[in-house]
Structure formats: structure tokens, C-alpha cells
């Protein structure tokens, strides 16, 4: 019953995120494979804009891969590896659905207070913010030092401080280059002068 | 008999027109302690189901939906909610017993869908009129599946789509566990429940003689649907069929 399920959650969340049906509707009955190593799994796209996971014969009109190194990446809110993701298939398909869905935001206050109750919802959540909060930084805490592993004992991610050296070094070459351009016009305008100025002596 | 004119009922081999006469008998038996058997021999399961169905219906407000072999009117209730007031639902089944307690229900229910008694091999509606066809634990009575799966292609319109709700092929390690359910409970619990034996016998067979989700999935092909994807439901119990006329 799983399907059932996440089909349900999936739908919920896009009911509180309303413009993201509008977004995807144009795409209804196409599905899109998700790969982020071990996980595989593929949503259909509902003809209401609504999202479901897809049954067991479709076939994905589009391919996205998130290897497990970018996946830490974005979780960092590294923008710089959304590149690093790999669209295949109808890539206009797979970039909406991707959009979508890290747009997705939860609005738990709206789903508690159907719960517990509108009054109590937001005692609930305010104490719930610094759970949520006390969560996010173990789980940063815990991204960072796997992040950690990953790039000074496999190198397989630039550190930061790697990454602010290179891009002053792109600016400085950048300059260098502008430099070098102008004093090659200079050059080039006396060489003109020079040439224009010999007919005449 | 001639081989065209012999079709199953259950795991008997019958003439063809005998067979919808002899359905009607088990739906005309059925009708009334229909819903609590459903309750009973699914485990409550089979409103799960049926409200994944319309879930993935992709069905919008203003909507409009044919409920085939609609019966108990479970389908269409659930349709009605999804449409709304400026949608449109109607309920239909070849049994005039099965279509009454169905209508009743939607009318006890503060819903009002038109209730046609037809036969889902001949549908009396215009080519390209809904935008969802379903048959919820339907189809598998149907003496011509093939010719009732064009019918549904043929009402649908371009971009609608079809649900076919079934028993289905069972996850082959439960299968002997499934077997000793429905042969041996079933009709037990139809005797206890509907104190009718015979008619669960029927049900039990003939979830037995319908097809598996590849070769219900190649039908609905044949019948002109475009594209077709399936879901197992409780290991294969159940198998969601959508089909997309394109
Ligand atoms: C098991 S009931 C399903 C009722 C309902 N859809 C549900 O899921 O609760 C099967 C129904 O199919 C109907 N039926 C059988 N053959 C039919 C046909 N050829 N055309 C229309 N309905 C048919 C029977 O009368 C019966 O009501």
C-alpha cells in the first residue's frame, strides 16, 4: 500500500503549493524517473497537475540522476551543484518536475491545527520551530561532517575556502586578460597612426 | 455448443447468453448484503482502492464521469465529491437490483447522479462524451470484455481516460494462501454473510478467469487506448489498470 500512500502525500503537499499544478498540468500523463542512488523511483504527472507515483508498466518520458556527491551538495544548499544533475529525455518535462519539487514547501501549521485544533496549532508549532531548528542543526551538524569526509579524505568535493581561492584567481586572470586587451588596442592604434603617418612625410 | 457462442461463468463453461443471464441471477442474489460482503472479504480494503482509483483519475471540479457496472455506487459517490456541483457523474449497470441500491445510497448520501440501467457492451452514450470512464470489479463479469473495453475507448474523449479496477494476478508465494481464502472461506463467508454459497463460489471463480495485468493491459491497447500503466495493489490482489485515449 505504499503507493497509495505516497501518492496521497504527494498530493497533499501540491495542494498547498498551488502553483505548482498549473506548472506541471501542461505535462499531464507524462512520467519522469528520479535516480538517486539506491533510490529509484518514478512520478506521473495527474491530469489535474497533480502528482502521483507511476505504475509498475510506464515508461519515463525523462531521465533525472542526482548522484549520492551532488545529492549532499544541494542538501548543503550548494546552488552551484544544481549543474550537476543529469536531465535526459524530455528535459523540459524533467526541469519543471524537478523545479517543482524542491520548491515544495510543507505548511504544517495549516495541517496541525486540523488536527489539535486551531488555538493550540501554534503553541504546538512554536515549540515545534525549536524542535525543528534543534533537528535542522544536528542534521547540519551531521551534513557537515560527512561533507567533510567527502572532501578532505576523498577529495570528491571542492572545500570552500579551495573554491573562494579559484574564483579570485578566474577574477585576477579576468583583469590580466582586460589589461592586456587594452594595451594591445593602444598598440595597435599607434601602429596605425605610425602607418598612416609614413605616406604623407 | 459451438466455440464462439461458449464463455465462462466462473470455472463452468457456459453458453454465452446463458452467461449474462446467469451474472444477473448472482447480482440479483447479492445485491442487498453486497456492500458488507465487499467489507468482509477485503478487509475493508476495497475503499482503499477505490479511492486511489479516483485519485489518480487526475478528475478535476467540473468534471464528467461514466461509472460502469457502478453497482453499489461506491465509484460514483466518490466521482461526485470530486466534480462537484458543475461536474457531472452517472451511475450505470445491466442489474436493475444492483443499480436501486446504488442509487439509493448516492440519493442517502445527499448526491444526485442519473442511474441508467445498461449493458457495457452497448453503451448508450455519444462517441467522445466523458473525460473518465471507471469499472471497478466489473469488467471480469463482462461475457465480451473486448467489445466493452471499445465501448468504454469510444465514449471517452481525446485526452480521457479509463480505470479499470480488478482482481488481479496474486504475488506468486501467496498465491496458495490466497487460493485456500477465496475457495474455501469465500463461499463459507457468503453462506454466513448473504446466506448465499453459490453466488460467492461464482465471485471466487471468477476472479480466477480473469485475465492477468499484461494481458488486461494488451487488451485495453488493442481496444484503442493509447498508452496503459498498472499498479499492484496488496501484492497483486488487486490491479489498477489506467488507459489514455490519446
Ligand atoms: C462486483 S459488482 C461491482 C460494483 C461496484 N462497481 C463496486 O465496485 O462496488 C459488479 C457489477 O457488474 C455488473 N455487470 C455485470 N455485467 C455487466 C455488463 N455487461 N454491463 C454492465 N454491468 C455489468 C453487475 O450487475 C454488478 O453490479
Known amino acids: ?201 | 455448443m459451438s466455440e464462439e457462442s461458449s464463455t465462462h461463468f466462473g470455472f463452468k463453461t457456459i453458453n454465452e447468453n446463458e452467461k449474462a443471464q446467469k451474472v444477473g441471477e448472482v447480482f440479483h442474489s447479492v445485491a442487498r448484503n453486497y456492500d458488507l460482503m465487499n467489507d468482509v472479504m477485503s478487509a475493508g480494503l476495497h475503499r482503499g482502492w477505490k479511492r486511489f482509483a479516483v485519485e489518480i483519475s487526475g478528475v478535476s471540479a467540473g468534471g464528467r464521469v461514466l461509472d460502469v457496472a457502478g453497482g453499489s455506487g461506491d465509484m460514483s459517490r466518490l466521482f461526485a465529491k470530486k466534480v462537484g456541483d458543475t461536474g457531472e457523474v452517472v451511475l450505470t449497470d445491466i442489474n436493475a437490483s444492483m443499480l436501486a441500491v446504488g442509487r439509493d445510497r448516492l440519493i442517502d448520501a445527499g448526491l444526485t447522479a442519473p442511474a441508467l440501467q445498461c449493458d457495457a457492451e452497448k453503451l448508450p452514450f455519444p462517441d467522445q462524451y466523458f473525460d473518465c470512464v471507471c469499472v471497478a470489479f466489473g469488467l471480469r463479469n463482462m461475457t465480451h470484455k473486448e467489445k466493452a473495453l471499445a465501448e468504454m475507448q469510444r465514449v471517452l474523449k481525446v485526452g480521457g481516460r479509463l480505470l479499470v479496477l480488478e482482481f488481479s494476478q496474486i504475488w506468486k508465494p501467496l498465491a496458495p494462501l490466497y487460493d485456500a481464502y477465496s475457495f474455501k472461506l469465500l463461499p463459507l463467508m457468503g453462506k454466513l454473510f448473504a446466506k448465499d454459497a453459490d453466488s460467492y463460489q461464482y465471485l471466487a471463480e471468477s476472479i480466477r478467469m480473469h485475465p492477468d495485468q499484461e494481458t488486461l493491459r494488451q487488451m485495453m491497447l488493442d481496444a484503442g487506448f493509447a498508452k496503459v500503466d498498472y499498479y499492484n495493489l496488496a501484492a497483486g490482489v488487486v490491479a489498477l489498470h489506467k488507459g489514455w485515449k490519446i
Do not use: C
Not at chain 1, 78 to 88: G, K
Open chain 1, 1 to 201: 500500500m505504499l503507493k497509495p500512500l505516497l501518492t496521497k502525500l504527494l498530493n497533499h503537499l501540491i495542494n498547498q503549493n498551488l502553483t505548482a499544478k498549473e506548472q506541471l498540468q501542461p505535462f499531464a500523463s507524462k512520467s519522469v524517473n528520479f535516480r538517486l542512488p539506491p533510490l529509484n523511483v518514478t512520478l506521473v504527472v495527474l491530469e489535474d497537475g497533480g502528482l502521483a507515483i507511476a505504475g509498475e508498466s510506464s515508461t519515463p518520458e525523462a531521465t533525472v540522476t542526482i548522484p549520492m556527491s551532488v545529492a549532499l551538495r544541494l542538501l548543503a544548499n550548494d546552488e552551484a551543484a544544481n549543474s550537476l544533475i543529469t536531465l535526459e529525455g524530455d528535459s523540459e518535462l524533467a526541469a519543471t518536475l524537478a523545479k517543482v519539487l524542491r520548491g515544495f514547501s510543507w505548511n504544517y501549521e495549516e495541517d496541525l491545527s486540523r488536527i489539535v485544533g486551531a488555538m493550540p496549532a501554534s503553541k504546538v508549532t512554536s515549540f515545534g520551530r525549536k524542535a525543528t531548528e534543534q533537528v535542522s542543526a544536528q542534521a547540519q551538524n551531521a551534513t557537515a561532517s560527512l561533507t567533510e569526509y567527502l572532501r578532505e579524505d576523498q577529495q570528491l568535493i571542492a572545500a570552500n575556502y579551495a573554491i573562494q581561492q579559484f574564483l579570485s584567481d578566474v577574477d585576477d586572470v579576468r583583469d590580466d586578460a582586460e589589461r592586456l586587451a587594452k594595451r594591445l588596442q593602444k598598440l595597435e592604434a599607434a601602429i596605425t597612426e605610425k602607418l598612416n603617418k609614413k605616406p604623407a612625410a
